[in-house]
């Protein structure tokens, strides 16, 4: 059953005819005026008559065309800049959608003339819970709209909010196994199995917490000039390997966390480099001893990460690893075994 047969079911149980629910559609649809389907036209008429009543805490896959008093929490994916229109009485108006995912789906919330505003107080990942909003059939699926409700930006006090996942599980993609021979510049999502090779570096600096731009130092204070703020500062690491799987060698980075998986925690890894550079070496050599000192072990290792391929006029190609996963033997035996039949 799709789910106008199963509002017309409800509605039945509820004791109305087939008749009377078709003359009950029908009116609603010339009421709105064309802009409804006949499951939205439904979904209002069994929300008038109290079959839907419990809308507190609906999830984005629940929605359907025609909902009233729509109370959603959704994390922002990302959004559209307003874009200006003429109507046809010559008026001017002003559009904009905001892309927002829980864990059932993903929807968009359509801004209209002031309500675009909204876009200025958002950043991906804040959480926005619509209160009194409502729904309508768009071109991608069924879309909410504010109407007379409002909508609070990274409320605290919904229950629904801790089952939403974290920006990158929502924005999660399949990754694609490559050889490194293969990989291009532009190329994401990739996953490669590959051996360490070489160590190259291992770098710090001072980041915002926020952006994870550089940060300044100016009148005491630590400067993020990209968020335009005083921040507290972060020390980051970035690690520096090469990764080579026979088929071709590319110089991989990992960042932060994923630098921390592969040389434990950065304020023991910086003041193991200070050391050094206090007996004398300079930053670069202290950098190279530190690891080729306390992480000879990784040579040789073999690792599966996936990530993106970016050029760097300094390094060249360049695998950005966004993920370390550790290597399943008997997982990676199966793929090779499919692919010789
Ligand atoms: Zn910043």
Same mark, same amino acid.
């Given at each position: 059953?799709?789910? %106008?047969? !199963?509002?017309?079911?409800?509605?039945? %149980?509820?004791?109305?005819?087939?008749?009377?629910?078709?003359?009950?559609?029908?009116?609603?649809?010339? @009421?709105?005026?064309?802009?409804? *389907?006949?499951?939205?036209?439904? *979904?209002?008429?069994?929300?008038?008559?109290?079959?839907?009543?419990?809308? =507190?805490?609906? #999830?984005?896959?629940?929605?359907?065309?025609?909902?009233?008093?729509?109370?959603? !929490?959704?994390?922002?994916?990302?959004?559209? @800049?307003?874009?200006?229109?003429? #109507?046809?009485?010559?008026?001017?108006?002003?559009?904009s959608n905001i892309i927002i995912a829980d864990k059932t789906g993903k929807t968009a919330? *359509?801004?209209? =003339?002031h309500e675009v505003r909204l876009t200025e107080q958002i950043e991906r990942g804040d959480i926005l819970?619509?209160?009194?909003?409502?729904?309508?059939?768009?071109? #991608?699926?069924?879309?909410?709209?504010?109407?007379?409700?409002?909508?609070? !930006?990274?409320?605290?006090?919904?229950?629904?909010?801790?089952?939403?996942?974290?920006?990158?599980?929502? *924005?999660?993609?399949?990754?694609?196994?490559?050889?490194?021979?293969?990989?291009?510049?532009?190329? #994401?999502?990739?996953?490669?199995?590959?051996?360490?090779?070489?160590?190259?570096?291992?770098?710090?600096?001072d980041a915002c917490p926020e952006c994870y731009k550089r940060v300044i130092f100016k009148n005491n204070v630590f400067f993020c000039p990209n968020c335009n703020k005083k921040v507290e500062k972060k020390r980051v690491m970035i690690f520096e390997a090469g990764l080579d799987d026979c088929t071709g060698f590319i110089r991989a980075?990992?960042?932060?966390?994923?630098?921390?998986?592969?040389?434990?925690?950065?304020s023991e890894a910086y003041y193991k480099v200070k050391d050094l550079m206090s007996k004398g070496h300079d930053a670069r050599s202290a950098q190279r001893q530190y690891l080729n000192e306390v992480h000879q072990t990784l040579l040789g290792q073999e690792i599966v990460v996936s990530g993106d391929v970016t050029y760097n006029e300094y390094t060249g190609l360049t695998f950005t690893v966004r993920d370390i996963r550790e290597l399943d033997i008997p997982q990676e035996c199966y793929s090779i075994l499919e692919e010789l039949g």
């Open positions: 059953m799709d789910k %106008k047969e !199963v509002l017309w079911e409800q509605l039945k %149980k509820k004791g109305l005819s087939d008749h009377e629910i078709q003359a009950k559609m029908e009116q609603k649809l010339q @009421e709105v005026g064309g802009l409804l *389907t006949d499951e939205g036209a439904l *979904t209002i008429i069994a929300s008038e008559l109290g079959i839907i009543k419990e809308q =507190d805490y609906l #999830r984005i896959g629940d929605l359907l065309d025609g909902m009233t008093n729509v109370n959603i !929490v959704g994390r922002v994916l990302g959004y559209t @800049e307003p874009r200006e229109f003429q #109507r046809n009485d010559g008026s001017k108006g002003a559009v919330l *359509t801004l209209w =003339d819970k619509i209160v009194d909003g409502i729904t309508r059939e768009g071109r #991608r699926g069924v879309q909410i709209q504010i109407g007379r409700g409002k909508v609070i !930006v990274n409320p605290e006090d919904d229950p629904r909010i801790e089952e939403i996942p974290p920006l990158f599980k929502l *924005t999660e993609r399949p990754t694609e196994r490559k050889e490194i021979a293969e990989l291009e510049e532009g190329n #994401r999502f990739c996953e490669i199995r590959a051996t360490i090779a070489k160590l190259y570096t291992v770098k710090f600096y980075s990992f960042f932060e966390r994923k630098a921390e998986e592969m040389l434990g925690t950065t």
